[in-house]
T-cell receptor, first 115, second 116 residues
Framework: ETGVTQTPRHLVMGMTNKKSLKCEQH?????MYWYKQSAKKPLELMFV???????ENNSVPSRFSPECPNSSHLFLHLHTLQPEDSALYLC??????????????FGPGTRLLVL | GNSVTQMEGPVTLSEEAFLTINCTYT??????LFWYVQYPGEGLQLLLK???ADDKGSNKGFEATYRKETTSFHLEKGSVQVSDSAVYFC???????????????WGLGTSLAVNP
């Protein structure tokens, strides 16, 4: 596999379920990101990990819990979600360098539906 | 603060028509500018970028020029194809010394439909 992969591609869950989204990057990058993409809204950055350390958490509800066990893997653990959490969840990675302007590489996303 | 404004869609064109999608920004300092494309059912992929004023990014027949004087980064293509149907996102990355963790600031996206 190359690039950034995400599993599952589609997920339907009830509000009381617990599930996890997985992201893996095969690019040797040192930063990983979770985004939420909802219709008619800008892309929302949820979490940023740099060198496996969380460097940004944009006021995301605690029912979303990220985990970055190593520089290649990123998880998003979900529990007691709400219907408004239904969206496309995108993972991205980049190689942070000193000058900025790094390109982010995206996975195909997980389409989540919360019933 | 930093922001990106891009024209609302949807944009519908016939094959071989000329495409312009406008993007303007506000930012401190000298940001890097990007166009990403999202094909149906897929994640975003980088289309082109420019990291300093007057740079022109180009890829797959698309072009955009970083215009500092008009704070713009408009996307153009001379002759679109049906396969260009997608959603196009303009984004900026402020320089790291602006205390922003170099996160991308995104526009809302412009949907393009090209008819045969």
């Amino acid at each position: 596999e190359t690039g950034v992969t995400q599993t599952p591609r589609h997920l339907v869950m009830g509000m009381t379920n617990k599930k996890s989204l997985k992201c893996e990057q095969h690019l040797g990058h040192n930063a990983m990101y979770w985004y939420k993409q909802s219709a008619k809204k800008p892309l929302e950055l949820m979490f940023v990990y740099s060198l496996e350390e969380r460097v940004e958490n944009n006021s995301v509800p605690s029912r979303f819990s990220p985990e970055c066990p190593n520089s290649s893997h990123l998880f998003l653990h979900l529990h007691t979600l709400q219907p408004e959490d239904s969206a496309l969840y995108l993972c991205a990675s980049s190689q942070l360098a000193g000058g900025g302007g790094e390109t982010q590489y995206f996975g195909p996303g997980t389409r989540l539906l919360v019933l | 603060g930093n922001s990106v404004t891009q024209m609302e869609g949807p944009v519908t064109l016939s094959e071989e028509a000329f495409l312009t999608i406008n993007c303007t920004y506000t930012a401190t300092g000298y940001p890097s500018l990007f166009w990403y494309v999202q094909y149906p059912g897929e994640g975003l992929q980088l289309l082109l970028k420019a990291t300093k004023a007057d740079d022109k990014g180009s890829n797959k027949g698309f072009e955009a020029t970083y215009r500092k004087e008009t704070t713009s980064f408009h996307l153009e293509k001379g002759s679109v194809q049906v396969s260009d149907s997608a959603v196009y996102f303009c984004a900026l990355s402020a320089p790291p010394n602006a205390g922003n963790n170099r996160k991308l600031i995104w526009g809302l996206g412009t949907s393009l439909a090209v008819n045969p």
